[in-house]
């Protein structure tokens, strides 16, 4: 089963962590109540002393994580689709050449300040 990529207040990932703590519920659950990805609950329990640090400090619990312009979600369908379609090839791929093909999306779509970084 897919899910659609959801963007997460702070508020809700502190209604995950608090629900977390409370029940003790498996990230399995958690994911199927909240309506994400279980590595999404994964990496909010893993950081959830920093999230309890940022609702201490008041911050805007409605804020959401700003994401890339749409010129990075161009990028991002484009080196998806040579994945897919290198995944039916049976190409092996690795990250040095996901990003190649990145730079190479950004440079066919004339974007000159896209710069890749392997994280």
Known sequence: MSLK????????????IAESEKFSNS???LA?????GRTKVNDILKNKSHFKKLF???SNLQ????????????????VYNWFCKAI??????????????????AQN?????????MA
């Not at 199927?32 to 994400?36: A, L, Q, S, V």
């Not at 092996?92 to 190479?104: D, H, M, N, Q, Y």
């Open 88 to 105: 039916n090839r049976n190409i092996t791929i690795s990250g040095p050449l996901l990003k190649e093909k990145a730079v190479e999306a």
């Open 109 to 117: 779509l004339k974007l000159l300040s896209f710069k890749a970084s």
């Open 27 to 29: 990230v399995r659950k």
């Open 5 to 16: 990529r959801k963007r997460l207040s702070l508020k809700d990932k502190i209604d995950i």
């Open 63 to 78: 804020q959401k994580r700003k994401f890339a312009k749409t010129e990075g979600l161009a990028i991002d369908q484009i």
């Open 56 to 58: 201490e400090e008041n």
């Open 32 to 36: 199927e109540k909240f309506g994400i």
